[in-house]
């Protein structure tokens, strides 16, 4: 692992160099190993573990490349890692979603073009008068997406949208069980919207933060039920 974590570290330092850009193709195996002073089978568990938290991409009959290193394809794996939690740890995604929530909401009012508001409302009104569990939901993760798609942070959008998953059996089990979730989700949404299209950060981070302490409140009370 030592050797393999030697030739990991050799890679990235050509990324972060400049010397390989995103999009490069590497040098051939061969070559590349004498250059780095590695052995074959070493680049190739580099290269194995690079392209697996989307750093390389292996082309099959192709080479070697580096991915557009986006934001959003290197947080992937974060995803992967956050959707295997356990049920006791949820309350602390919808802690980290209460700092990072509000102040991506904040951004976007600052920010989003005003098509990109327009499209938020669409979002909102998209919304049927008597939704299902699953149309709520879907309807809530969609908007919460385009807001932090607004915030013009492509890295805060990626943390956001991996948090989405973990806390997504939550808000299910909070509109089945607690009176009155689907319309307070309703109204809260309302709210932040017309703050953002009033261009008013202050209010749109106080009810993006109501908005998420919410359910965080709810569930913790939930849990200590149980």
């Known amino acids: 692992m030592a ?8 890679i990235k330092q050509m990324i972060v160099s400049g010397e390989l850009a995103p999009g ?7 070559d590349l ?31 070697t490349y580096v991915t ?19 049920d006791d740890t949820v309350l ?9 929530e509000p102040a991506a909401t904040a951004m976007a009012t ?15 009104e998209s919304l049927p008068a008597e939704p299902t569990i699953e149309e709520l939901v879907a309807n809530d993760l969609r908007f919460h997406q385009r807001i932090a798609q607004g915030s013009g942070n492509s890295v805060l959008c990626s943390f956001i949208e991996s948090l989405s998953g973990p806390t997504t059996r939550a808000r299910i089990w909070r509109g089945l069980t607690q009176e009155g ?23 749109a981070r106080s009810w ?3 908005h998420v302490a919410g359910v965080e409140s709810w569930l913790r009370t939930a849990l200590e039920l149980d």
């Open 110 to 124: 600052k920010l989003m073009r005003d098509e990109e508001i327009d499209e938020l409302r669409v979002i909102l």
């Open 181 to 203: 979730a689907m319309e307070k989700t309703r109204e809260q949404h309302t709210a932040i919207y017309e703050a953002i299209a009033a261009r008013q950060a202050d209010v």
């Open 208 to 210: 993006a933060t109501v």
């Open 24 to 30: 490069d193709r590497l040098p051939k195996e061969a």
């Open 33 to 63: 190993a004498e250059r780095l002073g590695l052995s074959r089978n070493s680049l190739r568990e580099a290269v194995r573990a690079l392209s697996l938290i989307n750093v390389l991409d292996v082309r099959q009959g192709d080479g």
């Open 3 to 10: 050797v393999t974590d030697a030739a990991i570290d050799k």
């Open 68 to 86: 557009s290193l986006e934001p959003r394809l290197l947080l992937d794996t974060m995803s992967f890692v956050l959707d295997l939690h356990r």
């Open 92 to 100: 602390q995604f919808f802690e980290v979603r209460r700092i990072l």
